[in-house]
């Protein structure tokens, strides 16, 4: 069997893209995903299982076993079908040359960062890139090949991310530009001509691999870092935490309070005040404001979040 345009993904955000494509610019033949088993053997912020799918448009769903697509169900699959062009949103894993030499037009995902690839190759960009202070994203549609995030460069999209972007609003920027990349894209392969720009002038950097025990608060840190890896890793994400009275908090929503007021006489990580249930906390070179937290332990001025 022939399958003409096939979406990979786990999360919500591969959802809303093959609504997007079905109900905007053609058909979806295809959906691989990843079964429910395999999710409990790898870390999937926002996984979303995508059988709905099938009983909403029709598409069918291949969930492979294995998040490197290389279980033996999957691969006969592949060799028993053939494929034109994939689209991956939501995949965080590479797709093995196995894979990419069966898709006739090739495989096809975003990665951004401030600059432009190879800058900013690897993990968890769009995170990074608000936990670092950028104040742009780069996002790039480009065809894989074995190595991460190589600079084949189909088109590209600028946002902003702005001091008030969580990790949630800096997705939705990121899904709107997605589906301005992926228009283009699905145009040019209606024409059977895909242009690829492989040629770049930057150089090789790479973001880490994070997990949820990255979002540990340091509290000797300045508030704005503070504040940026909470709104970084925020929902769909782990959150950011620390600890009170020996109790995990972990925090959802802050922002900068005040810098100007003296608050020397409490230490860094201390409750100054409490207000309508929101806690206010000295930071090294101001305070802030902890609007939306979960704690087993009722907190109170003067407590330490260590």
């Known amino acids: 069997m022939k399958y003409s345009v096939v979406v990979f993904g786990v999360k919500d955000t591969t959802e809303n893209i093959v609504s997007f494509i079905q109900e905007q610019i053609c058909p979806v033949d295809l959906i691989i995903t990843i079964s429910q088993e395999v999710t409990k053997r790898n870390q999937v912020s926002g996984y979303?299982?995508?059988?709905?799918?099938?009983?909403?448009?029709?598409?069918?769903?291949?969930?492979?076993?294995?998040?490197?697509?290389?279980?033996?169900?999957?691969?006969?699959?592949?060799?028993?079908?053939?494929?034109?062009?994939?689209?991956?949103?939501?995949?965080?894993?590479?797709?093995?040359?196995?894979?990419?030499?069966?898709?006739?037009?090739?495989?096809?995902?975003?990665?951004?960062n401030c600059g432009y690839l190879p800058f900013g190759r690897g993990r968890s960009p769009l995170n990074w890139s608000i936990i670092l202070g950028d104040t742009r994203f780069n996002l790039n549609l480009f065809r894989y090949d074995e190595r991460a995030d190589s600079p084949n460069v189909f088109?590209?999209?600028?946002?902003?991310?702005?001091?008030?972007?969580?990790?949630?609003?800096?997705?939705?920027?990121?899904?709107?530009?997605?589906?301005?990349?992926?228009?283009?894209?699905?145009?040019?392969?209606?024409?059977?001509?895909?242009?690829?720009?492989?040629?770049?002038?930057?150089?090789?950097?790479?973001?880490?691999?994070?997990?949820?025990?990255?979002?540990?608060?340091?509290?000797?840190?300045?508030?704005?870092?503070?504040?940026?890896?909470?709104?970084?890793?925020?929902?769909?994400f782990p959150g950011a935490f620390a600890f009170l009275n020996g109790e995990r908090i972990t925090i959802w929503e802050a922002h900068p309070f005040d810098e100007m007021m003296d608050f020397s006489a409490y230490r860094p990580g201390q409750i100054i005040d409490i207000f309508d249930g929101k806690l206010i906390v000295r930071t090294v070179d101001g305070s802030l404001l902890i609007d939306r937290y979960v704690c087993q332990c009722g907190p109170a001025v003067g407590d330490i979040l260590e």
């Open 48 to 112: 979303k299982g995508l059988a709905g799918m099938t009983e909403k448009y029709g598409i069918p769903v291949h969930e492979a076993d294995s998040y490197f697509l290389t279980d033996e169900k999957t691969q006969r699959f592949l060799a028993e079908n053939e494929f034109d062009i994939g689209i991956s949103m939501g995949w965080q894993r590479l797709v093995p040359p196995s894979v990419l030499e069966r898709f006739r037009y090739g495989i096809y995902g975003f990665h951004g």
């Open 155 to 236: 088109a590209t999209e600028l946002f902003s991310l702005t001091p008030h972007d969580t990790i949630r609003t800096a997705q939705y920027k990121n899904m709107i530009c997605s589906k301005n990349l992926i228009r283009k894209l699905l145009a040019a392969y209606a024409t059977g001509n895909i242009a690829i720009r492989t040629e770049s002038a930057d150089f090789d950097s790479w973001y880490g691999k994070r997990t949820a025990e990255d979002g540990k608060v340091d509290f000797r840190k300045r508030t704005r870092e503070i504040y940026n890896l909470i709104r970084g890793v925020s929902e769909p």
